[in-house]
């Protein structure tokens, strides 16, 4: 069953960095020029530790994963876990995008 896990959510885990990471290259996009004088070693340095950050709160997915697999319910939650998938990445996008408005501005 872990096995299981790792093999459904570590290739999604690209879909979930690519949707984080649009939104940062988007935000810092409709901001320009002005984005561009945030951009320091230390601006950076944070913006790889919250991609770490966000990517620790990924794995949290395996967590639920293999303790629904476990249970009783491993039919019913195999056909449904892409819901966790599809409401972790919203709950990130919405973090993510707070973070970016901090970052770069509003516009």
Sequence with gaps: MVTDAIRYWEPRRLI?????AAIVIGY???GLPQ???TLSLNSI???FLLA???NVCYCGAYIADVFAQFSGFRAFWLRWRWLLLTL???FASVITR???LGFFGSY
Excluded: E, H, M, Q
């Design 88 to 90: 972790g990445i919203a």
């Design 16 to 20: 979930y960095n690519a949707a984080l």
């Design 52 to 54: 770490v950050l966000a």
């Design 28 to 30: 810092f996009i409709a």
């Design 45 to 47: 340095l944070l913006l």
């Design 98 to 100: 707070f973070f970016a």
């Design 35 to 37: 984005s561009r004088s």
